[in-house]
């Protein structure tokens, strides 16, 4: 979401879930997600109905009680009251709109395995799916298709990840099979890693290293880093033996490249003048 009304939208909407959430136990969350996940589904397959509940041109109180109607009796309290929320909401368009919904239904999701405990888990295994499909160009070929059938990019997903990861990742996985939002399937994913980090208030480090590093190594890194940035820093470490030593740090778009790969590059420049 590139615009400012969209992207303000997208904020204030997420507040509001976390609002609604608040009271729900468990089961309730489940629920939630899923019905704002559903919500979600509708409005990227209806497209009149989702271009209706975004125009401008409609009071905010026209489009909540269209989306009441249609709702009501099909999701629960807390899943329609942020859905009227969201349609109140300015959007640059719909698909922004609904987008913020997909959003939104996730950060649900990872709300409920924070409370669980098992968000770090989570976010573990979604960077690593990652990387299985990054380092297989026939995985990320089918997946990053835009033409691609969604029911064929859900159903390889499930074979990949069923049984094998958190039933979370799976789920969180699917529903960016079914819906990648114009962009690419192994953008979404890092998306999803991005904002699993969010929910503990973290910033994302990959670090390439040539070996592993110890739990030591680790922990100082993860300090070092934290302080730089200011933040917490979830550090997830890929073993690069083509780095040669040292360590490659990518935070966001900031790279921290102390590999002796790039030491050996930039003396053969000197050296070519």
Known sequence: MQHIASRESLIATNEFVLSVAEPLDSEGLAAFASQ?????????D??????????????????????????????????LAVAQFAV????ASSRDMQEAL??????????????????????DQLFRFSRIVDGAPELSVILDDPTADPDARSALVHRLLAGRSHPLVTELVDALARDTA??????GVGELVDQA???????????????????????RLTGSLSRIYGRQVSVHIEVDPAIVGGIRVQVGDEVIDGSVAAQLEALRRRMAG
């Open 197 to 219: 980090a969010q929910r503990q208030e973290k910033v994302v480090a990959i670090v390439r290293a040539a070996r592993p590093l110890t739990g030591e190594q680790t922990t």
């Open 88 to 91: 109140r909401q300015p959007w």
């Open 36 to 44: 704002l996940d559903a919500v979600s589904d509708l409005l990227l």
């Open 102 to 123: 997909r959003r939104v239904s996730r950060t649900a999701m990872f709300l409920r395995a924070e409370r669980t405990g098992e968000l770090d888990e989570v976010e």
């Open 46 to 79: 209806e497209v009149p109905l989702r271009r209706t509940l975004s125009e401008a041109t409609l009071s905010a109180e026209t489009r909540a009680a269209i989306a009441g109607r249609l709702l009501s009796g099909k999701v629960g309290k807390p899943a």
């Open 182 to 187: 114009g962009r690419s399937f192994t953008h």
